[in-house]
Nanobody, 115 residues
């Protein structure tokens, strides 16, 4: 069973930055893609950013130019650098690991953007 542990969430003022980390219990080479999703209260869980095994990335339109996803294959860690944060970025952020047959989720980390 793969475990994903997120960290780095917290309270930040609008315009601020946070970096989320997701440490996997297995090599990232086991997965087709790693992604960050978020879920605000009363809303569905949506994709924020994804990075594939070959290194290609894609982002939700709402975060393009502000968020950057990256991976460290030695540390089995995926990062989400979030800059110019807005109140509408407030949500629980979840890490996801995809294989051809299944997916794994972390427990989530809360990000709150408020003055």
């Amino acid at each position: 069973q793969v475990q994903l542990v997120e960290s780095g969430g917290g309270l930040v003022q609008p315009g601020g930055s946070l970096r989320l980390s997701c440490v996997a219990s297995a090599s990232l080479f086991n997965f087709n893609a790693m992604g960050w999703y978020r879920q605000a209260p009363g809303k569905q869980r949506d994709l924020v950013a994804k990075i594939r095994s070959g290194g290609s990335t894609n982002y939700a339109e709402s975060v393009k130019g502000r968020f950057t996803i990256s991976r460290d294959n030695v540390k089995n860690t995926v990062y989400l650098q979030m800059n110019s944060l807005k109140p509408e970025d407030t949500a629980v952020y979840y890490c996801n690991a995809e294989t051809s047959r299944s997916g794994y989720w972390g427990q989530g980390t809360q990000v709150t953007v408020s003055s």
